[in-house]
């Protein structure tokens, strides 16, 4: 390979030609049909032979029939022995689908359409998309596009240096790097490449990232969903963006260099929580998010929570400002210009049923999905936080030590206070900002609070500001209670694992052995329940619920059958005796429970998780506060220092599981 590799390549088509070349070196060049027919049994290819030499039609027919019946024998049983592969190689048969293909589309009359029409037909589907993300990306918006062009017209020809090492640690850094993009390379191959040539593959990767004409000639083919079955909107519409080879690797290798630099930019501040980055979790912000509500309730009600999302947050962000800015904290020009033209100059071809558009001169919205689109989100919602967290700090919820301003989930934004106005307040004020400096806007239907049980009720700003309010709050996954209580977000998840249990364990998994069944009811369906299971307090009901549940599944996946002589009530207590006992050999889900919160309760004690809003709450009214209550309102004959009421809720009701009494049983049982 390196004694035919060229000193330096012209252009992208050389580069990849010559790429492709190389990899038929030691890929496999036969057609998928060639492939599909060799894997046939024999006695498929042994009556296809019949066939070609057979000349009377009423054989022929038959014998068509005859492979027809065969081969979709074979393809029903490699399917069951794929879906077996999949669990076998920790994987899972079916996923939960938050997008689906589009069918149809209800047009609207800003593209030239009849108002509120649904259509079916692909040209006026592909006219409405093209409308669409014209608009949103802004292909058509002649200030910017004049902004833009000055600007990579001033820094044409200046990027970065490009080593060996840079090329080897995106390789390693890029799942599936043998996949072939749709120029049929991979990572893979240019990684190989770049190891036989290193001069030649560097010195065009950086003149690629250098030179916007270079990255202008490629295309990122992305695939079109709707976010909802039946007729969409073009504006309910998502657009997968997945990568050519040759950008992903120039993607991961920009992400490395700039993510120190984004650290050093954006110091912590200790109210508020960055959360989607390394040794970061959703539960750090939902088990705070709980505590503040159940430490609230014993404090007289006095505690609130609210959030909102950033509305298109990726669609949104204009790579412009995102340059300037950068510039104007003084961070290096060349990966400033190659951050630049790798998120605007690529053209972007959408495609969906048997259609396809093709975006160009985009000047809003960054590449979704890529690592820089990751690491530039976090420059405009850092950047509010820096200003006005001191803001933030005199509203919101406070410890003994800690304050609890604002959570960051990606563009999702999570605040606290004593009260609904002061959570509301401090949202408000994030979303001023962010759409005075960086154009960004709150989505309507994404803004919600709730306050604890007994607070004062909501004021009518409030109310007016929100989408949606009372006694649940649902965010990243989870359910909250006003009560404190775990009802609710137990009764969701019981419902997604059924979902999840009857997309998995169907008919394709009727003939998988015990071992495979269990591998797959603990890989597809428990982890529903274990994402949330260390913020729910152990108790005892719920731990029942939870293992009648295991129990149910179990009965119906074993498909224990009745035997001929047994009666329905002999029948019911074999199958039940042995559904017990595989779930007892197979670990209890209650079980595994209780080594959660167990688990996540040493995690949250260890120093170096002290940032998480969960730890932070940890030990804020624990239990040697609340029995110091008890003693003070221990007064009459049925006063109690162990047993009385702590005087500090203001609403009446059952006092649901606390989160320290749940570690306690959690630990003891």
């Not at 960051?408 to 900002?433: K, M, P, W």
């Not at 009459?636 to 203001?650: D, V």
Request: with cysteine; proline share 3%.
């Amino acid at each position: 390979m390196a004694a035919k590799c060229p000193t330096k390549f012209t252009n992208n088509e050389h580069f990849m030609n010559f790429v492709r070349e190389a990899q038929e070196l030691f890929a496999d060049t036969r057609s998928c049909k060639l492939r599909s027919r060799c894997r046939e049994p024999f006695i498929v290819k042994q009556l296809r032979q019949n066939l070609r030499s057979t000349t009377n039609e009423t054989d022929r027919r038959r014998l068509q029939s005859l492979i027809w019946a065969k081969r979709l024998s074979f393809l029903r049983a490699c399917a069951a022995s794929s879906a077996l592969g999949k669990v076998r190689a920790v994987g899972v048969i079916a996923r939960s689908k938050k997008l689906l293909p589009i069918i149809s589309m209800i047009l609207s009359e800003a593209a030239g359409n009849i108002s509120n029409a649904v259509s079916t037909d692909i040209e006026e589907q592909l006219k409405e998309v093209q409308f669409e993300y014209e608009h949103k990306w802004g292909c058509h918006n002649e200030q910017l596009q004049g902004e833009l062009a000055n600007i990579l017209g001033a820094i044409d020809g200046t990027g970065v240096d490009v080593s060996l090492n840079h090329i080897t640690e995106a390789r390693r850094a890029i799942k599936k790097s043998d996949k072939l993009d749709r120029y049929g390379v991979s990572v893979k191959a240019i990684s190989m490449l770049a190891t036989s040539s290193p001069c030649a593959v560097c010195t065009f990767l950086s003149d690629m990232m250098a030179w916007q004409e270079s990255l202008r000639s490629l295309v990122v083919h992305g695939r079109l969903y709707a976010k909802a079955s039946g007729a969409v909107l073009a504006t309910k519409t998502r657009a997968l963006l997945p990568l050519p080879s040759l950008l992903k690797v120039a993607d991961t290798m920009l992400c490395k260099m700039t993510q120190p630099v984004i650290d050093e930019m954006f110091p912590e501040v200790a109210s508020v929580f960055v959360g989607a980055q390394p040794h970061t979790q959703t539960l750090d912000i939902m088990h705070g998010l709980q505590a503040v509500i159940e430490k609230g309730l014993d404090s007289h009600g006095q505690a609130a929570i609210a959030q909102m999302d950033i509305k298109r947050f990726y669609d949104s962000i204009q790579m412009v400002r995102i340059y300037r800015y950068l510039r104007s904290r003084g961070v290096d020009a060349g990966l400033t210009a190659c951050l630049l033209r790798s998120q605007v100059c690529p053209q972007v071809a959408l495609s969906f049923s048997s259609g396809s558009v093709t975006l160009s001169n985009r000047t809003i919205g960054v590449l979704t999905g890529t690592r820089t689109a990751g690491l530039l989100g976090r420059v405009p919602v850092e950047d509010v936080i820096q200003k006005r967290h001191p803001i933030w700090e005199q509203l919101c919820f406070k410890t003994d030590t800690q304050a609890l301003a604002l959570a960051t989930y990606v563009d999702n934004l999570f605040s606290t206070g004593r009260s609904v106005v002061d959570a509301v307040t401090i949202l408000q004020d994030c979303e001023l900002h962010l759409a005075h400096h960086w154009e960004l806007s709150i989505g309507a239907d994404s803004k919600m609070f709730m306050a604890a049980r007994g607070a004062p009720p909501a004021d009518p700003q409030s109310a007016a500001w929100a989408h949606m309010y009372g006694a649940t709050f649902t965010a990243l996954g989870h359910t909250l209670a006003d009560d404190g209580s775990i009802r609710p977000c137990m009764s969701s998840t019981l419902g997604a694992m059924w979902r999840a249990f009857y997309g998995n364990l169907g008919k394709r998994m009727h003939h998988g052995t015990l071992q495979d069944k269990l591998k797959l009811l603990n890989r597809a369906v428990l982890p529903v329940a274990s994402y949330r299971m260390p913020r729910w307090p152990y108790q005892h009901t719920a731990a029942r619920r939870l293992d009648q549940t295991q129990n149910k599944m179990l009965a119906t996946a074993l498909r224990v059958k009745m035997q001929a002589h047994e009666t329905p009530d002999a029948y019911a207590r074999r199958r039940n005796r042995i559904v017990s006992e595989t779930a007892a050999a197979s670990g209890k889900w209650s079980d595994l429970w209780k080594s959660r919160v167990t688990s996540w309760s040493e995690h949250l004690n260890r120093d170096r998780n002290s940032k998480s809003w969960a730890a932070k709450t940890l030990h804020y009214h624990d239990k040697e506060w609340l029995h110091q209550q008890r003693v003070l309102n221990a007064v009459g004959q049925y006063g109690s220092i162990l047993a009385s009421r702590t005087g500090t809720r203001a609403s009446a009701g059952v006092v649901h599981k606390r989160w320290h009494d749940g570690v306690h049983i959690a630990s003891e049982a």
